[in-house]
């Protein structure tokens, strides 16, 4: 995508120097400004061979096998065949840049290293000219700080800031790309969007041109990218830097609304066919990718998106990404789940209930290696967060006290006295670092007879 450079606004830059400067003289800056290494940094590149764009490191060739990681284990992303992860900033809140990419070097592993550019949902302003001097300050003294790190493969500028209304932080963006490439001469560039729209691609080809190349992030539409690249003729080479779990804001809802997550079975399958059909299918533009997310957090629910349970154990798409990654399912794979019913129904259909009352429920379960399986079940109120682009939230409240037999595949649901929103969980574990989960909404009405009002329910 460099085909024209803009230059760094000098007002911006000698602001920024300035207060780098100020970082460094202090102490701020992370540990120093040229790290000492053990050696120095590979050389990344993008090479068009006939049709086919492909990255080298170091003159090799380089394909993506990659995983999104916060606090994840670059240890089992190695033993399943990865070798990259991306992050979301230089420090995550536990792990300092250094040993992110010192932990990815001990494995063998690279690092797309993500810079947290500020959005403006959170209070950011890039009208502000001093606070995008000070962000660019910062993010200069962390580029600095981690360019000549053997593990690092490339920088990403900002996470979906197409959510932003303002286009200035596209200038802003391409302020930051020209620093990098000024800076550090041996890593690629990149920013990432969510999903894919001729309109935005366009929008920050025009105000970010020093970018090296865009990638985006897709969930259940990831399908459709093939066509969406059709129908915009690209023809420039891309990363899907986030792809997994159908996104809970494209999925089927109850009448009151509440997001039908899909069983860990059920997104090991989509992993593995959204996969083939779009990822591996494209040899031509596509440089690799990476699965979200190698770990666990909380989104919508406890279990959306992360591949690990908050407890350590792998889930079935994990077993598709070694397969997918290594061309061998592991020795000992996760369970596989055929259903949940609550009162005899699943989730499409709406389960309401009334409060203190007694209804049965089941997961129905099988182990492809025969091992013995375990169950437990929970019951949490149905989040109330409406974040958009994976912001933190808080997990919703347990109710505890209200399943018999929480160790049986079914159980005896005793429902909460206090109208309103919950979700089931069950989980089933193998003994041997697996498990499978599943969950169902149900709504407690109040004994009045008054009810939520439904709301338009979308489409899968």
């Known amino acids: 995508m460099r085909t024209k450079r803009r230059s760094v606004n000098p007002g911006l830059l000698a602001s920024a120097l300035a207060i780098v400067a100020g970082l460094l003289a202090s102490g701020d800056a992370c540990h120093s400004a040229e790290p000492q290494r053990s050696r120095g940094p590979v050389k990344v590149e993008i090479r068009k061979n ?9 003159q090799q060739p380089f394909y993506i096998k990659g995983a999104g990681i916060e606090l994840g284990s670059p240890e089992k992303l190695k033993q399943h065949g990865g070798n990259c992860f991306r992050t979301w900033s230089t420090d995550n809140g536990r792990d300092t840049g250094e040993q992110v990419l010192n932990r990815a070097l001990t494995n063998g592993l690279y690092v797309a290293m993500g810079l947290d550019v500020d959005h403006e949902r959170r209070g950011f302003d890039y009208d502000n000219t001093n606070a995008v001097a000070r962000q660019f300050a910062l993010l200069k003294s962390q580029v600095l700080e981690y360019r000549n790190h053997p593990a690092l493969l490339l920088w990403v500028v900002g996470n979906e800031l197409n959510f932003e209304k303002n286009p200035k932080v596209w200038d802003a963006v391409n302020d930051l790309s020209r620093m990098i490439h000024e800076l550090d001469p041996n890593h690629p560039t990149t920013t990432t969007l969510a999903g894919f729209k001729q309109e935005t691609v ?53 009448a009151w609304g509440a997001p039908i997550e899909n069983d860990s079975t059920t997104k090991a399958d989509l992993y593995e066919k959204r996969f083939h059909a779009v990822i591996e299918s494209d ?10 997310l ?8 406890p279990t959306w998106y992360g591949m690990f349970l908050n407890s350590g154990e792998e889930t ?14 592991p020795a000992n794979r996760s369970p596989r789940l055929e259903g949940i019913w609550l009162d005899g129904k699943i989730a499409p259909q709406s389960i309401r209930l009334h409060p203190g009352e007694a209804y049965p429920a089941k997961v129905a379960a099988s182990d492809p290696d025969h091992d013995p399986l375990t169950y437990r079940w929970e019951v949490m109120e149905e989040s109330a967060e409406t974040k958009i682009g994976g912001d933190a939230e808080s997990k919703p409240a347990q109710v505890p006290g209200l399943i018999a037999t929480p ?14 929103a919950y979700r089931l969980f069950a989980y089933v574990f193998d003994g041997r670092g697996h498990a499978a989960h599943a969950n169902i909404p149900f709504y407690v009405e109040d004994s009045s007879g008054n009810r939520k009002p439904d709301t338009k329910a979308s489409q899968p």
Request: charged letters at 20%.
């Open 50 to 58: 006939a049709d086919r764009y492909q990255l080298y490191v170091d």
């Open 202 to 254: 366009n929008l920050v080809k025009t105000r970010a041109p020093d970018l090296d190349f865009i990638s985006f992030q897709m969930y259940c539409d990831i399908i459709n990218l093939p066509k969406y690249l059709g129908e915009a003729a690209w023809d420039k080479p891309y990363i899907v830097t986030e792809w997994g779990a159908t996104g809970h804001w494209e999925c089927g809802k109850t």
């Open 294 to 301: 190698w770990g666990n957090k909380q989104e919508r629910t």
């Open 316 to 329: 079935a798409p994990v077993d598709v990404m070694r397969y997918l990654w290594s061309g061998a399912w």
């Open 407 to 420: 160790g049986q595949s079914e159980i005896s649901l005793r429902t909460p006295n206090k109208p309103g």
């Open 283 to 292: 040899q031509k533009l596509c440089l690799g990718s990476y699965v979200f």
